[in-house]
Protein backbone atom coordinates (compact mmCIF):
# COMPACT_ATOMS: atom_id res chain seq x y z
CA UNK A 1 0.00 0.00 0.00
CA UNK A 2 1.11 3.27 -0.83
CA UNK A 3 1.26 6.19 1.63
CA UNK A 4 0.74 9.99 1.24
CA UNK A 5 1.89 12.72 3.16
CA UNK A 6 -0.49 15.38 4.06
CA UNK A 7 0.92 18.92 5.13
CA UNK A 8 -0.35 21.98 5.70
CA UNK A 9 1.22 24.97 3.48
CA UNK A 10 2.86 27.06 6.63
CA UNK A 11 4.40 23.74 7.67
CA UNK A 12 5.62 22.56 4.27
CA UNK A 13 6.49 25.98 3.39
CA UNK A 14 8.87 26.00 6.47
CA UNK A 15 10.90 23.18 5.35
CA UNK A 16 11.36 24.68 1.83
CA UNK A 17 12.36 28.12 3.35
CA UNK A 18 14.86 26.08 5.88
CA UNK A 19 16.82 25.19 2.94
CA UNK A 20 17.10 28.60 1.46
CA UNK A 21 17.68 29.60 4.50
CA UNK A 22 21.00 26.94 4.79
CA UNK A 23 21.97 27.65 0.89
CA UNK A 24 24.18 26.28 -0.16
CA UNK A 25 24.86 23.52 2.57
CA UNK A 26 22.13 21.28 3.49
CA UNK A 27 19.37 21.26 6.34
CA UNK A 28 17.86 19.16 7.84
CA UNK A 29 14.38 18.32 10.42
CA UNK A 30 11.93 15.77 11.46
CA UNK A 31 8.33 16.17 10.64
CA UNK A 32 5.79 15.42 13.61
CA UNK A 33 2.21 14.02 13.49
CA UNK A 34 0.27 11.01 13.22
CA UNK A 35 -0.74 7.97 10.79
CA UNK A 36 -4.04 7.74 9.75
CA UNK A 37 -5.85 4.74 7.28
CA UNK A 38 -4.40 7.00 4.19
CA UNK A 39 -1.50 8.46 4.90
CA UNK A 40 0.90 10.32 7.55
CA UNK A 41 -0.43 13.91 8.26
CA UNK A 42 2.26 16.67 9.57
CA UNK A 43 1.29 18.77 12.24
CA UNK A 44 4.22 20.54 13.29
CA UNK A 45 8.12 20.88 11.49
CA UNK A 46 11.48 20.67 13.75
CA UNK A 47 14.40 22.17 12.25
CA UNK A 48 17.42 20.63 13.48
CA UNK A 49 21.02 21.46 13.43
CA UNK A 50 23.33 19.63 10.37
CA UNK A 51 25.72 18.17 12.47
CA UNK A 52 27.92 17.02 9.31
CA UNK A 53 31.17 19.44 9.13
CA UNK A 54 32.97 17.09 6.75
CA UNK A 55 30.88 17.64 3.10
CA UNK A 56 27.74 19.61 4.73
CA UNK A 57 26.90 20.78 1.04
CA UNK A 58 25.88 17.07 0.24
CA UNK A 59 25.60 15.66 3.46
CA UNK A 60 23.35 15.93 6.55
CA UNK A 61 23.16 14.53 10.38
CA UNK A 62 20.35 14.72 12.79
CA UNK A 63 21.73 14.42 16.52
CA UNK A 64 20.92 12.12 18.05
CA UNK A 65 20.48 13.72 20.85
CA UNK A 66 18.68 16.37 19.36
CA UNK A 67 16.12 13.36 18.12
CA UNK A 68 15.38 12.37 21.08
CA UNK A 69 14.45 15.45 22.70
CA UNK A 70 12.32 16.46 19.69
CA UNK A 71 10.52 13.09 19.86
CA UNK A 72 9.86 13.54 23.84
CA UNK A 73 8.10 17.18 22.94
CA UNK A 74 6.38 15.89 20.41
CA UNK A 75 4.90 13.15 22.60
CA UNK A 76 3.98 15.81 25.07
CA UNK A 77 1.67 17.50 22.33
CA UNK A 78 0.92 13.79 21.22
CA UNK A 79 2.81 14.12 18.44
CA UNK A 80 4.66 10.91 16.84
CA UNK A 81 8.08 11.56 14.29
CA UNK A 82 6.54 10.76 10.57
CA UNK A 83 9.46 11.50 8.84
CA UNK A 84 12.35 13.59 8.05
CA UNK A 85 13.40 16.55 5.47
CA UNK A 86 16.52 17.57 3.93
CA UNK A 87 17.31 19.59 1.32
CA UNK A 88 19.74 19.36 -2.20
CA UNK A 89 21.90 22.64 -2.74
CA UNK A 90 22.13 22.13 -6.50
CA UNK A 91 20.71 18.94 -7.49
CA UNK A 92 17.76 17.01 -7.74
CA UNK A 93 14.79 16.38 -5.18
CA UNK A 94 15.75 12.54 -5.70
CA UNK A 95 17.38 10.87 -2.91
CA UNK A 96 20.94 9.36 -3.14
CA UNK A 97 22.87 5.98 -2.81
CA UNK A 98 24.00 7.53 0.54
CA UNK A 99 20.37 8.77 1.38
CA UNK A 100 19.20 5.15 1.27
CA UNK A 101 21.78 3.82 3.51
CA UNK A 102 21.17 6.44 6.42
CA UNK A 103 17.69 6.35 6.42
CA UNK A 104 16.13 3.34 9.18
CA UNK A 105 12.94 4.51 10.16
CA UNK A 106 10.83 1.77 8.18
CA UNK A 107 7.04 3.82 7.42
CA UNK A 108 8.11 7.31 7.38
CA UNK A 109 8.69 9.44 5.16
CA UNK A 110 11.85 11.45 3.69
CA UNK A 111 11.00 14.72 2.05
CA UNK A 112 13.65 15.91 -0.10
CA UNK A 113 14.07 19.68 -1.55
CA UNK A 114 15.84 21.19 -4.31
CA UNK A 115 17.44 24.01 -3.79
CA UNK A 116 18.57 26.21 -6.88
CA UNK A 117 20.79 28.74 -6.75
CA UNK A 118 19.21 29.32 -3.09
CA UNK A 119 16.04 29.13 -4.25
CA UNK A 120 13.28 26.33 -3.06
CA UNK A 121 12.21 24.36 -6.57
CA UNK A 122 10.91 20.92 -6.03
CA UNK A 123 9.91 19.19 -3.00
CA UNK A 124 9.55 15.32 -3.20
CA UNK A 125 8.40 13.08 -0.93
CA UNK A 126 9.45 8.86 -0.61
CA UNK A 127 8.12 6.27 1.84
CA UNK A 128 10.78 3.83 3.50
CA UNK A 129 9.56 0.60 2.29
CA UNK A 130 10.86 -2.56 3.77
CA UNK A 131 11.44 -4.09 7.24
CA UNK A 132 14.79 -4.43 7.51
CA UNK A 133 17.95 -2.65 6.23
CA UNK A 134 18.62 -5.71 3.74
CA UNK A 135 15.75 -5.04 1.48
CA UNK A 136 14.52 -1.63 2.17
CA UNK A 137 14.09 0.82 -0.65
CA UNK A 138 12.25 4.59 -0.93
CA UNK A 139 9.53 4.59 -2.60
CA UNK A 140 7.98 7.71 -4.43
CA UNK A 141 4.74 8.95 -2.58
CA UNK A 142 2.17 11.93 -2.97
CA UNK A 143 2.24 15.15 -1.09
CA UNK A 144 -0.49 16.52 -0.57
CA UNK A 145 -0.31 20.02 0.52
CA UNK A 146 -3.78 21.77 2.67
CA UNK A 147 -4.04 25.34 2.31
CA UNK A 148 -2.11 26.99 4.58
CA UNK A 149 -4.65 28.29 7.84
CA UNK A 150 -4.32 31.53 9.13
ZN1 LIG B 1 20.09 13.71 0.33
New binding site residues.
Partial sequence: MVYMLKIGGQNYEALRRHGEETYPH?CCGVLLGQTDGEGRIVSSVARCGNTRTDSPQ???HIDPRELIRIQREGRERGEDIVGFY???PD?PAR??A??LAEAHWFGCSYV?TSVEKGKAAITNSFELMGSDEGEKSLVDEKIDVAPSET
Avoid: A, P, V
Fill in positions: ENRYHSHHWSTDI
